[in-house]
Every structure is written in structure tokens, then in C-alpha cells.
């Protein structure tokens, strides 16, 4: 079951339902985005309009270099074109491609106050762990509300890390709201899949920033170095284990049948069954779960221009509806009329 905040709240808004979600294009797509986000996005493309896009302005928060940012974007396009992102039914687009977030960001920023983002806690996690911010990453999550509210959306589908900025971006519209004394945007909710937080080789939660990932695209001999490598602890072979404080069997959980997780947890349970013989069926079981998205993203590869035009169709769509935002927001706002 995935969890969704105040479903019921949705029932009567005079917003209809819209779907957004964005990921940063900071790095080759790995477990824990797939199961924490990108699934659900793919399978809500069936249920509604859906917005999804790449984050490049967000990932200028940590890369400067303009050629890896480039290189990155085009990546995480064609993984979401290959895991089933379907152009025909949600505008996927470059978040840049739709500049009015920076004016509606700053529009936002000056009704913030500077304890709401202070007490942000992806910003203080990210300062505790040693990386030396920037402006920009401490003004992140208003940035972020701006791509929620300028499509007015509803339902955002992310991993648990980020249900503090969604509560961020509800305070912020509702100040907007109040400030002009119209209900311009709705109060959006965030959903979780299942399975919202992904454990990475060391245990911890799988992350780029940790070092700890099973990336989505990677095959053959490093795929299988990676896999081997998760952290395991010392228990002999032959004594019984306990499934449930395991990493591999953590994430054969994420691809195995009912049947398939209650035989190996009584293996484990048994004893005689190694960790080794474990790494060796989760390995097996994400080869025949990505194997056809490889292959669909060398197809995808190969057609020149397929990532780019998407890219610009899902541009135009976004922006139309951004602007009609950004026109309601400067007319009341007593901003000039563009
Ligand atoms: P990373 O932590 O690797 O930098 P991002 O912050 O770019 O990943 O996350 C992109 C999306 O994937 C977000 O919606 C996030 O919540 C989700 N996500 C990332 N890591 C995990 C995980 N280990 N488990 C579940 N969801 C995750
Ligand atoms: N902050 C998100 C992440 O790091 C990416 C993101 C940017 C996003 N803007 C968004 C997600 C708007 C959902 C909605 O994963």
C-alpha cells in the first residue's frame, strides 16, 4: 500500500488532481530512487495529469560544472524513458526550461520566514554530514514550492526524506493565500510508495551522498561487485540468521514474490543457508527486473534527438500552465502585467 497525507482533503478542493514530481540530475539513478520515487511516478501516470521533470536549477546547489550537469540531464531522461515514462501521457521536462519558478521562488522568499527554512531538516542534515552550503541550498525548498504550486499540484510522490518540504511548501501557500486573501494555490500532498525508505549496501539509507548505492543501470561484472559487496555481519554459515536485520534480504524484498521472501527467510532462519548464496539470487532477481529497461534505454540511445524533443514538448506543456499562474500571482501581487 502507498500512504498518501490527507487523501480526503482532496475530496471538494477546487483544485483538480495533478501530479508532480521532480528528481535532480545529480548522479546515475540508483535502488532507492526507483522504489522510493521513480516507480510511483510511472504507475500514477495511469491514474491522472502528471507533471514530471529534471531538477537541473536544484542541482546547482552541488555541481558548478555545466558540461556534467548537461551529461547528467540527458541520463536521468533516458533512464525514466526507459523504466516507462510514457510522453503521451505526462509532461516530463528540464525544470529550467520553465524559468518562471525563479520569479515565483523569489516572489515566495520575501513572504518566508527565515526560521521556517532554518529548521528545514534536509538543509541541517546536509550541513551536519560536512558539505559547506551555499545560498541556494539553503533557500532549496522554496524553490521547490515554487515547481509544486506554479502547476498547482495537488499530489507530490517522493521518498520519506522529503516530506518535510512538502509541509514547507503547504506553509507557504497557505501565507500566499492569506497574504492575498485568495485561495490561488491548493494545499498539496505528499504520497509515499511502499517501500519509502531503500537500505544501501552499508545499512544506512541508500544515497548518493552516502557512497552506498545499487545503481539502476549498472550490468555484468560491476553490477555483481557491487552486489557482493553489501555489508553483511559474521555469523558462520551454518548457524541460523535473522532475516529481518539483513541488508541483502532487506532488498530481495523489493523483488521477490511473497513465497519467494518467506523461503529464504526460513533459510536463513535454518541456518547452513550463507549470505554469499543470498547476494547470489538478489543479484538474479535485479538482472531479470532491469534487464528489459536496459535494453529499452540502448534502443532509446540510439534514436538522435528522441531525449531532446520530449524534453521540449513536455517544456511547452509545463510552461503554459505556468504562466497562467504567474499572471494570477502578479496581478494580485501588483506586479506589472506582462
Ligand atoms: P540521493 O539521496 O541519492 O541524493 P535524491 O535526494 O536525489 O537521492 O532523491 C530522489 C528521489 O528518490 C526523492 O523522492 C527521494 O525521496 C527518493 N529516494 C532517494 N533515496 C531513497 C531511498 N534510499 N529510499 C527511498 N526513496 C529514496
Ligand atoms: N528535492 C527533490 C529531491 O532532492 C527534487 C525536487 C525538486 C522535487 N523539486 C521538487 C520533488 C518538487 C518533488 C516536487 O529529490
Not at 542541482?59 to 551529461?71: A, L, N, Q, W, Y
Not at 526524506?161 to 485561495?183: K, L, P
Not at 531525449?307 to 496581478?331: H, M, P, Q, S, W
Request: proline share 4%.
Amino acid at each position: 500500500m502507498s500512504s498518501t497525507k490527507n487523501e480526503t482533503e482532496e475530496k471538494g478542493s477546487k483544485f483538480r488532481k495533478r501530479v508532480l514530481s521532480g528528481v535532480q540530475p545529480s548522479g546515475k539513478l540508483h535502488l532507492g530512487n526507483y522504489f522510493g520515487a521513480i516507480r510511483q511516478h510511472i504507475a500514477l501516470q495511469d491514474e491522472g495529469e502528471c507533471f514530471y521533470f529534471i531538477a537541473d536549477y536544484h542541482s546547482m546547489t552541488t555541481i558548478s560544472d555545466g558540461k556534467t550537469r548537461r551529461e547528467n540531464t540527458n541520463d536521468v531522461a533516458l533512464d525514466y524513458l526507459a523504466l516507462g515514462l510514457d510522453p503521451a501521457k505526462a509532461a516530463f521536462f528540464r525544470q529550467s526550461d520553465v524559468p518562471e519558478v525563479c520569479e515565483l521562488s523569489w516572489i515566495f522568499a520575501c513572504m518566508t520566514n527565515m526560521g521556517l527554512i532554518e529548521r528545514a531538516v534536509s538543509y541541517k542534515d546536509k550541513v551536519a554530514r560536512g558539505l559547506v552550503p551555499n545560498v541556494g541550498l539553503f533557500t532549496y525548498p522554496i524553490l521547490m514550492t515554487a515547481d509544486i504550486l506554479i502547476y498547482r499540484s495537488t499530489l507530490v510522490p517522493v521518498g520519506e526524506d522529503q516530506i518535510h518540504n512538502i509541509e514547507i511548501t503547504r506553509d507557504i501557500a497557505q501565507r500566499f493565500n492569506h497574504a492575498v486573501g485568495e485561495e490561488v494555490f491548493p494545499m498539496p500532498n505528499y504520497r509515499l510508495d511502499q517501500v519509502a525508505k531503500v537500505p544501501g549496501l552499508d545499512g544506512q539509507k541508500m544515497s548518493k551522498s552516502y557512497g552506498n548505492t545499487i545503481d539502476l543501470f549498472a550490468e555484468g561484472s560491476a553490477l555483481k561487485k557491487t552486489v557482493m559487496s553489501i555489508v553483511t555481519d559474521s555469523t558462520p554459515l551454518e548457524s541460523p540468521k535473522d532475516p529481518a536485520r539483513c541488508n541483502v534480504f532487506a532488498l530481495y524484498q523489493l523483488f521477490a514474490s511473497p513465497e519467494e521472501q518467506e523461503e529464504m527467510a526460513n533459510a536463513y532462519r535454518q541456518g547452513g543457508f550463507g549470505y554469499g548464496e543470498a547476494k547470489k539470487r538478489l543479484l538474479q532477481k535485479i538482472n531479470d527486473y532491469f534487464g528489459p529497461f536496459r535494453e529499452k534505454r540502448r534502443q532509446l540511445v540510439a534514436q538522435k534527438d528522441f531525449v531532446e524533443d520530449v524534453l521540449r514538448e513536455g517544456a511547452r506543456v509545463a510552461r503554459n500552465e505556468a504562466r497562467k499562474t504567474i499572471d494570477v500571482v502578479r496581478e494580485l501581487t501588483g506586479l506589472g502585467r506582462m
